[in-house]
């Protein structure tokens, strides 16, 4: 069966940025869909992090409380093993938001939240288990304007006709790969193995991770168990499952002594998945009708943990640039290039960072052979406490962030059976 539809914006990808653009969009009163491959929003390995700078924008639009009724933790201060001492690095507590500290929810939790707060309006749908394959094209010229999306459904094939169809499927995009828009690829030197182990109340606190000779492991406190990445040299992932999986173990444990009664959860390579880390941004963001935005525009490696923050960034952004204009029609070919004019400077800031730290730091470290010392930056940190509130800034805040400007229609009324 082919159903057609049409709608003011299709965004495709139902992640952080695609959400939270739904949500915004409906919110100012435009007719949305958010189109999601995916039958839930149960995924693994996906960061869980959100940031200050991302909580503050739920402050603005009225929702912060409600949000932080979800279960979650709070992370105030980032610290890390080196060699065997341990060093703080980064102190949210002076940063200039609402919520002093970096929010740790399950990604699900957080797409569930988005999408509840979008159907408290009436021109916001999802449609989940829809999956993105091709364009349409006006009159059926590939060169000419997006006139919308083709999609798979259980039911059959859908077919979206809409004024602006926003890419937000993250970093493997259909949308941008159809659209044949230019990928600027920035290499990354590690790819990452995501585990996780039972958490127990004696373990150490907030602890963010450990960097020793030639070996590196980030942990996330997840209350009940620790999420971890394991990082590894590019391409190597297949040398690690070759030595076996208790050779793996206790190279964790070696890392993490007072996990040594825990590895052993880890029982087959399955419950260890390999995420290939990749760096890229698009040359050009949109083309006539249509506008790529998060990791669709621009893949984030994982350091940092700041790719939600800058998906959710560049969906405030696309809200308050093109919000008013969707409602009232079309917005032109200008008005949609505004979104990389306004998100190119911190996108490319916040990735050259990344890169300086890949480069300088992770590569080092992963080809080191000698015991590793405190990196004298990293000694002044603490000696001087409050130069931790600077990587706090530029982790929880970022480069330029973006406040809510378009208003809100009006929501609908609540019915019994809502
Ligand atoms: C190892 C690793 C760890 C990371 N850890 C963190 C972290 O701790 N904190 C952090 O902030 N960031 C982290 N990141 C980065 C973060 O995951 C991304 O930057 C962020 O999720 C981007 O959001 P997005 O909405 O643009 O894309 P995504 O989160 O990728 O969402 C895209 C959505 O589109 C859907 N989709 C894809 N194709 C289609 C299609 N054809 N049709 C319909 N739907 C489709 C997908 O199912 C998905 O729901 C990490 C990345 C890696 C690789």
Not at 102 to 125: C, H, I, K, S, V
Request: hydrophobic share 45%; aromatic share 6%; charged share 30%.
């Amino acid at each position: 069966m082919k159903e057609a539809v049409e709608a003011g914006c299709c965004v495709v990808g139902g992640g952080p940025a695609g959400m939270m653009l739904g949500f915004l969009l409906a919110r100012a009163g435009v007719d949305v869909m958010v189109l999601e491959k995916h039958a839930d929003f149960l995924r693994d390995f996906r960061g869980d992090t959100i940031h200050p700078s991302t909580l503050e924008v739920m402050y603005e639009l009225g929702v912060l409380e409600e949000f932080l009724k979800r279960p979650h933790q709070e992370l105030r201060e980032l610290s890390g093993w080196i060699g065997d001492e341990i060093v703080k690095v980064g102190d949210f507590t002076h940063l200039p938001t609402h919520c002093r500290f970096l929010a740790l929810m399950p990604q699900w939790d957080f797409l569930n939240f988005l999408a509840e707060q979008g159907r408290r309006y009436p021109t916001f749908q999802v449609r989940m288990q829809a999956e993105v394959t091709d364009l349409l094209f006006e009159n059926g010229d590939e060169k000419g304007r997006v006139a919308g999306v083709r999609a798979k459904t259980p039911q059959g094939d859908l077919e979206v006709r809409c004024r602006l169809t926003v890419g937000a499927d993250g970093r493997k995009s259909v949308v941008r790969e159809r659209a044949g828009l230019e990928v600027i690829n920035m290499g990354a030197p590690m790819d990452v193995m995501w585990m996780r182990v039972s958490r127990e109340a004696s373990d150490p606190r907030q602890t963010f991770g450990r960097i020793a000779m030639g070996r590196m492991l980030a942990l996330l406190d997840r209350e009940d168990y620790w999420q971890m990445a394991y990082v590894i040299p590019k391409g190597r992932a297949e040398e690690v499952r070759q030595k076996g999986i208790k050779w793996f173990r206790e190279d964790v444990a070696g890392l993490l002594p007072f996990l040594r009664d825990r590895v052993d959860e880890l029982q087959d390579w399955e419950q260890v998945k390999l995420l290939t880390v990749v760096v890229d941004r698009l040359r050009k963001w949109s083309r006539p009708g249509l506008l790529c935005i998060g990791d669709a525009a621009h893949a984030m490696s994982p350091i940092g943990g700041v790719g939600i923050n800058l998906a959710i960034q560049d969906a405030v952004a696309s809200a308050n640039i093109l919000g008013a204009k969707l409602r009232e029609g079309i917005p032109n070919d200008e008005e949609v290039q505004a979104v990389q004019r306004r998100r190119t400077f911190p996108t490319r800031a916040t990735q050259r960072m990344q890169l300086i730290v890949q480069n300088n730091v992770i590569r080092r470290v992963l080809g080191s052979t000698k015991p590793l010392r405190v990196p004298w930056i990293l000694r002044v940190m603490q000696w001087v406490p409050w130069l931790r509130r600077i990587p706090a800034r530029m982790i929880g805040i970022g480069f330029r962030p973006e406040h809510v400007r378009i208003g809100e229609a009006e929501p609908k009324k609540l019915m019994a059976a809502d």
